[in-house]
Every structure is written in structure tokens, then in C-alpha cells.
């Protein structure tokens, strides 16, 4: 089973968005036993929120639903846990040193990291281009997929 968490700053935009769209993947081609996936903050700003409304109205043009999520930050039993932690943006990768500590097991990465184009996932609490954050996600998504081995969740 591959566990895997997102993470970004509040955990109301980008991370839920890559979550609910790759449980939606895995769900849709019937692999829901293998993956365990959610999200989480690096911040405590938004622990027990919602998903952002623009963020969840973005999924929903998708038909993807966000029902259920709250906002949780990131722990160091999480390390242990997931087998990937993938943060949104080099911000959220110096927080995650912060609060875990060092990298030893190699488990954190950059979502874009596993595109042709490794950047920031933007920020749409920013830019308010949900739009733009939606391609970035699913570009990062592409890449992940592909590089677990599952090209079938892949988009292209």
C-alpha cells in the first residue's frame, strides 16, 4: 500500500485539492486498497477548517468531492507513517524541516519535482487562480503516478 500525505501551508487550498483529485483517480480505476492518501498543514492557522470554498467549488466542476476534510497539521508520527510527504512549495519544505527535523528516510519531495518543469505548485490564496493551481496539481500528479509505477492514474 502506498501512503502518501500533501502538504502546504494551511491545508484548505492545495493539499486537499491534490488529495481529493488523486483518491478520485484511484478510485475511478478501482486501486482504493492500495493507496492511503490525505493532507495536511504545516501551519496551525487553519487546523479544523474546511476546504476553501473556491477550492472545493474547483473540485466540484470536476465532479470530485471534498466532503469530510478538515484541516490538521502535520506531526512527527506522520513521518513515521506515510511513505511520501509532498509539499506544495520550497516554503512549506523549509517548515517541514522545522517541525520533523532532517529528511533521513528521503520521504519528502516537491509535487512538480515529478514533472519536466519542477516550481512551486502556485499558490491560489495568492494568485486566486484556482484554475492554474488545478493544472499544476494534476501535472504533479501525472509525475507522481508515473513514478509509483501506476500509469494508469496518469492523465496522458
Not at 31 to 60: C, W
Not at 113 to 138: G, I, S
Request: hydrophobic share 35%.
Amino acid at each position: 500500500m502506498q501512503k502518501i500525505l500533501f502538504v502546504c501551508l494551511g491545508n484548505i487550498c492545495r493539499s486537499p485539492m491534490a488529495k481529493f483529485i488523486l483518491q478520485d483517480r484511484v478510485n475511478k480505476a478501482g486501486l482504493a486498497d492500495k493507496f492511503e492518501i490525505d493532507s495536511a498543514a504545516t501551519s496551525s492557522y487553519e487546523v479544523g477548517e474546511d476546504i476553501y470554498p473556491p477550492a472545493r467549488e474547483k473540485l466540484k466542476e470536476h465532479s470530485i468531492s471534498s466532503n469530510g476534510h478538515s484541516a490538521r497539521q502535520i506531526t512527527k508520527a506522520d513521518y513515521a507513517y506515510y511513505d511520501r510527504i509532498i509539499a506544495m512549495d520550497n516554503s512549506n519544505l523549509k517548515n517541514l524541516e522545522k517541525l520533523l527535523g532532517k529528511d533521513k528516510d528521503n520521504k519528502i519531495s516537491l509535487l512538480l519535482d515529478y514533472t519536466d518543469e519542477p516550481r512551486d505548485v502556485l499558490d491560489p490564496w495568492h494568485t486566486r487562480d484556482f484554475e492554474a493551481t488545478w493544472k499544476d496539481v494534476n501535472n504533479g500528479l501525472d509525475g507522481l503516478v508515473r513514478d509509483l509505477g501506476y500509469d494508469e492514474l496518469s492523465r496522458s
